[in-house]
């Protein structure tokens, strides 16, 4: 048979040394407001520069991405290589969610013999004689102008934003 023993613990009352008097549960509640009032304003600075930073690579994002778009039109054949009209529309196209974007394309020739040399593409097939192909290429810029919410010390008041692709022309 098993014998079960309990202990019951002895009431004593606590040495003087170790009570806590009822007012120091009052000062602590007072240092917590203190810090809290200290740390508050460090955690709303981190969120507006997180805030801040996040613009503005959502903003490089889109900018590149217009590129790209615009880039993307020219390269579907040697008649859109040109058509600056129709890759400025498809990169503001692809930038809906971004005003005042601002696209420059130009194309260039090369022939694959020499292809650190660049030809002019309106005479490119007396000046890249066959059994050489026409390279033909699209490159397009994109920039913004991004501006913070407000002007932090350091900083400037506005970043100019770029992106910038190159594709090689279909149909050579």
């Not at 606590?14 to 810090?35: F, Y």
Request: some cysteine; overall charge neutral.
């Amino acid at each position: 048979m098993t014998r079960l023993l309990i202990v019951k613990p002895l009431d004593l009352p606590l040495p003087p040394q170790t009570r806590k008097p009822r007012s120091s549960a009052r000062c602590q509640d007072g240092q917590s407001l203190v810090e809290l009032a200290l740390v508050v304003p460090l955690f709303i600075l981190l969120l507006i520069g997180t805030t801040e930073f996040a613009r503005l690579a959502w903003a490089t994002v889109i900018t590149s991405s217009a590129a790209r778009a615009g880039a993307q039109y020219g390269a579907q054949n040697v008649i859109t290589a040109s058509d600056t009209t129709g890759i400025q529309s498809a990169a503001s196209g692809d930038s809906t969610n971004l005003s005042g974007i601002a696209t420059t394309s130009s194309h260039s020739c090369y022939c694959s013999t020499a292809v650190s040399t660049q030809i002019t593409c309106s005479t490119a097939l007396t000046a890249c004689p066959a059994p050489a192909t026409i390279q033909e290429y699209v490159k397009v810029n994109t920039s913004i102008t991004f501006t913070p919410f407000g002007n932090y010390p350091g900083l400037p008041s506005s970043f100019t934003v770029t992106g910038q692709s190159i594709m090689e022309v279909e149909g050579h």
